[in-house]
């Protein structure tokens, strides 16, 4: 079967249009709906239904996504296969991470990782880290360096490689802030600023509260932490964020609680051969958990 074809044909699944598919495809409409067309005429049925300028799924095209998907993940594992077999590190990467991760985590090792291995093509993506899981089990991805979740999807393999404290913070004038010890309850009289209510840190945070009986008072909520920090240094709620973004801007609450601890790390599929260029970033990445394992011992 035509792999142009079916990559094609999930491109336009996935977008839900012949124009947004060709723009992500770098081709022509008239190139897309050819190959739509060409595989159409492979297995004798239509696949999507355009009805003015929604498109549609039919019957078959439902049948056909999920093999398709898997098709191209058997593909790709094949090329990558033979192209492990020279023992050298090129080619192409594709990694994904949280856009907090790639920023206060992952420059140093992408650094030494571009020095050592030259011929490797870096595609990052900056993913929300819910995002990233998916593209993992959807095989789009190969790595992905993100907020773990709590409950991790048995196809894939798991690592953490740091620790994130989330610390209680405020502006320096909030009404919290003259608070020598607040409990949970106190801060449930004001409002919070939090990540989405989707996000595996939100998830973490308001499993704390509600342990504690408690209903989170989310004032607003973005994925990006650093516009948290700003929304919550001008006084617009309170927040939880890690410790690295604490210093300067905002008063760092000593809230009756144990400390709240988020995972960070890598996951790639069980099922799936791995680049030799993958395998090396995950050299990298065991290399920084064991040199967090060693900074966690040795803390007091």
Known sequence: MDTQSLQAFLCVADTGSFS?????????????????????????????????????????????LPRARQILVMVDDSRRALGNLSGGVAGSLTLATSHHIGLHRLPPLLKTYTREHPEVRLDLH???????????????????????????????????????RLCFVCAHDHPLAASERPSLH?????????????????????????AAGLKLPVALSTNYLETLKMMTAIGLGWSLLPEGLVAGDLHELAVDHPPIHRPLGYLVHR??????????????LENARELQAREWRQSP
């Open 271 to 284: 099922s799936r051969t791995l680049s030799n260029a993958a395998s090396a970033m995950l050299e990298r």
């Open 126 to 164: 900056f993913l929300d880290s819910e995002q990233a899981y998916q593209g993992v089990l959807d095989g789009e991805l190969e790595i992905a360096v993100v907020t773990l979740a709590p409950t991790p999807d048995p196809n894939l393999n798991v690592v953490p490689v740091w620790i994130d």
């Open 186 to 210: 106190d801060l449930c009289e004001f409002d919070a600023v939090l990540p989405g209510k989707l996000t595996f840190t939100r998830g973490l945070i308001e499993s704390r509260f509600a």
């Open 20 to 64: 947004r598919a060709a723009e992500q495809l770098h081709l022509t409409q008239p190139a897309v709906s050819k190959r739509i067309a060409t595989l159409e005429g492979m297995i004798d049925a239509r696949l999507f239904d355009r009805i003015g300028r929604r498109v549609t799924l039919t019957e078959a095209g439902r049948m056909l």
